[in-house]
């Protein structure tokens, strides 16, 4: 099993549907990123959780730490959100361990 | 901004030969980060970087591959003996000393043939 698990794998949406990717976790962790993979592959971090709610613009994150549960929430969605977004767990230092992300695909 | 640059962009070699792959972090970062992600697959952490030694890494990283921070600046990754399984896509990051957040730079494609 993995140690890191997302869902859904894929999510088509509508243009300013409010869109939830999942995350849960298996690990004891220090904190949970969640991270923006773009088509050309490069990666940027959106948020960096170890407890609570964070917002960014449209963007929103919340973990349950009891639960082992997080969740990336975009409102608003639109067409330059498609990318494949990836949660990472922070174990052991400052190691990553990754899921295998959700690519989200928003249609004007 | 500032931001992690990597060169090349594109590597191939041939399965054998010794590849070299770089990096520059941030500058006033302190802590380096080898991933890599293969073809349709999850990110992979390879090792992590601090005050000049490995701070840790991963079942992966075996005597084939070696990391150096020969300057100030740099931080590379060499993998001796090139095999067709590391074929994929490699990213280096870096983080500094009062955060978490990891800046990822934009990947060297090391293809194997």
């Known amino acids: 099993k993995n140690e890191v698990e997302q869902s859904p794998q894929n999510l088509t949406a509508q243009e300013g549907e409010f869109i939830t990717i999942n995350c849960s976790y298996s690990v004891g962790i220090s904190a949970l990123h969640w991270l923006q993979q773009h088509p050309g592959g490069g990666i940027v971090s959106l948020f960096m959780l170890s407890s609570g709610k964070k917002k960014h613009g449209r963007l929103i994150a919340t973990i349950n730490i009891q639960e082992k549960h997080s969740s990336l929430h975009i409102t608003a969605s639109h067409p330059r959100d498609s990318a494949v977004y990836i949660c990472a767990v922070q174990t052991s230092g400052s190691r990553l361990t990754f899921g295998e992300g959700t690519q989200l695909t928003v249609n004007p | 901004e500032p931001e992690v640059t990597q060169t090349p962009s594109h590597q191939v070699t041939q399965m054998g030969q010794e590849v070299i792959l770089r990096c520059v972090p941030i500058s006033n970062h302190l802590y380096f980060y080898w991933y890599r992600q293969i073809l349709g697959q999850k990110v992979e952490f390879l090792v992590s970087f601090y005050n000049n030694e490995i701070s840790e890494k991963s079942e992966i990283f075996d005597d084939q591959f070696s990391v150096e921070r020969p300057d100030g600046s740099n931080f590379t990754l060499k993998i001796r003996s090139t095999k067709l399984e590391d074929s994929a896509m490699y990213f280096c990051?870096?983080?500094?000393?009062?955060?978490?957040?990891?800046?990822f730079g934009p990947g060297t494609r090391l293809t194997v043939l």
């Open positions: 990051a870096s983080k500094g000393g009062g955060t978490d957040t990891q800046y």
